[in-house]
T-cell receptor, first 115, second 113 residues
């Protein structure tokens, strides 16, 4: 079974631009979560989607948004990029959220560099 | 609020020896899951092992085992017979019912030849 895929793998943008990252979950998984990882802040939760609905959102400004499609694929968008948005963005999928027992499987991540 | 603590920023271990990576957690929930992930320099987070809060036996997966001490809120990862390929960051994480995953700050393990 194919794993979680993320595109693109690497991205270079300039301040003020916007970016869209894509994530395809493992087949049959309906929950997708996004994380931002930086050396200073560690792994921080952005948001989680299940059945095209955002279930939870982390403490990030409104410039960060996401959505999920009917086939469970998800996209996240960052508008008006800032230097501090440079990070590894990880997507993870699981069968379904909620019980605490569903393992999340991660994709390879998208490395975003904002100049 | 849930919290994961990993007190070892970095660890060194000799190849073929066993190593224990510490993890303590804080939660008031009764039902939760504990997870360990490995992150090599490539960046991808690799799932290693899972322990449910109601599981009475410690989880094992190949060379990985989880030393679960519920009363102490401890979920240490034990890697037996370390290999050079085990050099990576290791993250402890937990998830309670209806909650998001919470990750610890990680421990960087270096396996020495």
């Amino acid at each position: 079974k194919a794993g979680v895929t993320q595109t693109p793998r690497y991205l270079i943008k300039t301040r003020g631009q916007q970016v869209t990252l894509s994530c395809s979950p493992i087949s049959g998984h309906r929950s997708v979560s996004w994380y931002q990882q930086t050396p200073g802040q560690g792994l921080q939760f952005l948001f989680e989607y299940f059945s095209e609905t955002q279930r939870n959102k982390g403490n990030f400004p409104g410039r960060f948004s996401g959505r999920q499609f009917s086939n469970s694929r998800s996209e996240m968008n960052v508008s008006t990029l800032e230097l501090g948005d440079s990070a590894l963005y990880l997507c993870a999928s699981s069968l379904a959220p909620g019980t605490g027992q569903e393992t999340q499987y991660f994709g390879p991540g998208t490395r975003l560099l904002v100049l | 609020a849930q919290k994961i603590t990993q007190t070892q920023p970095g660890m060194f271990v000799q190849e073929k020896e066993a190593v224990t990576l510490d993890c303590t957690y804080d939660t008031s929930d009764q039902s939760y899951g504990l997870f360990w992930y490995k992150q090599p320099s490539s960046g991808e987070m690799i799932f290693l092992i899972y322990q449910g809060s109601y599981d009475e036996q410690n989880a094992t997966e190949g060379r990985y085992s989880l030393n679960f001490q519920k009363a102490r809120k401890s979920a240490n990862l034990v890697i037996s017979a370390s290999q050079l390929g085990d050099s990576a960051m290791y993250f402890c994480a937990m998830r309670s019912y209806g909650q998001n995953f919470v990750f610890g700050p990680g421990t960087r393990l270096s396996v020495l030849p």
